[in-house]
């Protein structure tokens, strides 16, 4: 059985979309647990309400919280009454299709050294990401049209089947881990209040011998940061640049395996859409890198200083991360392009 997490904070049409699909699509035995992190449009209501009336055909754990402690938090409280073998992290607006779970856990049980696996979607991003990969998707990103989705997904799940990508980091709306390594490794890491948790766990994963996969069989859609778009925009930096800096101050002593730092990967598992696109490293190796991660209004080390790398390819607010490319646990050939500047710290 898997113990499917989903944590909720408003936006009751979402999740009410979400478990929708949940239901029709899921093809294996499963328990839902939806933690609740303060919602005060009647998501806590609908909740009970589906519970108490489909009991026959859902197994409904429901966990309350009176304050939003963040994501990371309202996991471990689910996490902690799992009673899966599996535990499946699930946003409350993304949706799964046909035969999704059982084809997750055949990829979990059987590729070499896997620590987790996600699918493929739209609206994820990073190796996830299928319009990155592969191009447009026959629907609409904002209003979904079900039945093309459901069309579409099957036909991934057809042309692909069996493919996989391996990646450096998997995100933390689409998740599938066995539930012991996941309690051993403590949950995810409560520091991190809104964002970076993924990454955090995508990390211990790894430097534990751990592999993590993306399933290109599997395709699901993320409308993503619904939740997140609640926030007032100053909070919604806010938060993010605690939870990256925490991250960075965790991290610092040992490097950050970001996708900016790892270009090179051609020792790492390719069948999917990768396979024959394997690329090589640079043999430039500085001892020390300056990275700056986002397009915030306030470039890390100041507008044009050359002695940092902008990668301004992301949403959220500059980060400053240094990282020492030589306590990087990971061998030579295995990792990583790095970008040369003319001066670094």
Not at 94 to 103: A, F, H, I, K, N
Request: overall charge negative; glycine content about 10%.
């Amino acid at each position: 059985m898997v113990s499917i997490i989903v944590v909720t904070w408003n936006n009751l049409r979402y999740t009410q979309e979400c478990i929708e699909f949940l239901t029709a699509y899921t093809d294996v035995a499963y328990e839902l647990i939806v933690v609740d992190n303060g919602s005060t449009d009647g998501t806590i209501e609908w909740l009970n309400e589906l519970r108490s009336e489909d009991r026959s055909r859902i197994a409904l754990k429901i966990i309350r919280n009176s304050l939003n402690e963040g994501f990371a938090h309202a996991v471990n409280e689910g996490l902690a009454e799992a009673s899966g073998d599996y535990v499946f992290l699930l946003n409350n607006d993304l949706l799964v299709s046909p035969g999704w779970l059982g084809t997750l856990i055949g990829h979990l049980e059987t590729l070499p050294n896997v620590g987790a696996v996600g699918p493929m979607g739209g609206g994820i991003g990073g190796k996830h990401d299928y319009v990155a990969s592969y191009g447009s998707v026959p629907y609409n990103d904002d209003g979904v049209d079900k039945d093309l989705f459901v069309e579409f997904s099957q036909r991934i799940a057809h042309d692909y089947a069996g493919d996989y990508t391996e990646a450096k980091s998997l995100s933390g709306c689409c998740l599938l881990i066995a539930t012991d390594l996941f309690r051993t490794l403590g949950g995810l890491d409560e520091g991190h209040k809104m964002g970076a948790d993924d990454a955090d766990l995508s990390l211990r994963l790894r430097l534990q011998g751990y592999r993590l996969y993306i399933a290109e069989d599997v395709y699901v859609h993320h409308y993503g940061h619904v939740s997140f778009a609640l926030l007032d925009h100053d909070l919604q930096d806010q938060v993010v640049q605690d939870s990256w800096t925490y991250f960075n101050r965790k991290w610092r002593d040992v490097g950050v395996p970001w996708d900016t730092l790892f270009m090179n990967e051609e020792h790492w598992n390719y069948e999917g859409r990768f396979r024959n696109r394997r690329g090589f490293a640079s043999t430039f190796r500085p001892d020390q890198v300056r990275l700056d991660l986002g397009a915030g209004k306030f470039p890390a080390g100041g507008v044009g200083n050359s002695d940092w790398i902008h990668c301004d390819i992301h949403s959220f607010p500059c980060i400053e991360v240094v990282c020492d490319v030589r306590k990087l646990p990971f061998p030579d050939n295995h990792a990583d392009e790095i970008f040369p500047k003319s001066a670094f710290a």
